[in-house]
């Protein structure tokens, strides 16, 4: 009951400093894991030319597979493209000029490291050397580069909040312990009066403020886990997709770790303010 009392108010303002860190992790990890689906969208359209041998597509497909730009690679025969060009344009090219005038397909959805103007532009050039193919199409270098753009920003901007918090965290972690060992400054002094050593009356304001902050990482763990279930059965059920349990749960280890390093941290230099204080400076 006596740890309770005083560390009751530490493992509170903790475990809230704590679950807003967790959320603006879990929004960092949501907003990487979406920026690296649009850029695996982006998708090169390998045109083949007229009269090529057959299976030379589809062997090029299973070439290009083993390339590190490629994430996914689709072979489209001339059939599928007609087939996908009436679905779009509702037009059937086949009665109108008497044959399939379409050729053979390779559809390349890019790795994000190379969902980048100059990178397409180099697989444009690589491609564009084969014999059999005829042209590559690839998404406006404008718009490649406006996404990119916008990503590059979000990221800062959330870089920036995720270090602004990290400080807010760390003073108000400092300040909540720092306030726990003051209504103890008098029991320090005692000790010290007694003969106890310096490391003898940390000992226990560590471990005591040390078992707070696991006790708030666990807590902020657990309300985050709450929120995740209870938001996948009411409004986002594709929330794992996101943040998968195994990403949670480094999450959650980190929280843990943040929560008890920093907790031991601040009562580590709180107690060395009242072992050096003399007695009537205690009063102030």
Partial sequence: ?????????????????????????????????????????????????????????????????????AHQVKYISKEEALNNWT???????????????????????????????????????????????????????????????NISRLTLILSVVAAI???????????????????????????????ATNSFIRRPVIMGNLLAGLIAGVLASALIAIAMVSISRTWLPEIYNFIPWHVFGIIAGALILMGMTLCALASCVSANIYLRKDYDKLFK
């Fill in 1 to 69: 009951m006596s740890y309770w009392a005083h560390h009751l108010t530490t493992i509170i303002s903790v475990t809230l400093v704590l679950l807003l860190m967790g959320m603006i992790a879990m929004v960092w990890i949501s907003a990487d894991h979406e920026t690296r689906r649009l850029k695996e969208q982006i998708e090169l359209s390998v045109i083949m030319a007229d009269s090529i041998p057959q299976g030379s597509a589809r062997a090029l497909s299973e070439q290009l597979m083993k390339e590190p730009f």
């Fill in 87 to 149: 679905a779009e344009t509702g037009e059937n090219l086949e009665e109108v000029f008497g044959v399939n005038p379409l050729s053979e397909e390779i559809s390349i959805s890019l790795n994000e490291n190379y969902a980048t103007a100059s990178g397409i532009a180099a697989i444009k050039k690589q491609l564009e050397k084969n014999p059999i193919v005829e042209a590559v199409s690839s998404p406006e270098t404008e718009m490649v580069e406006s996404m990119n753009s």
């Fill in 165 to 195: 918090m990290l400080v807010i965290s760390f003073v108000l972690i400092n300040n909540t312990v720092h306030l726990t060992i003051y209504s103890r400054r008098f029991t320090i002094h005692t000790m010290q009066l007694v003969g």
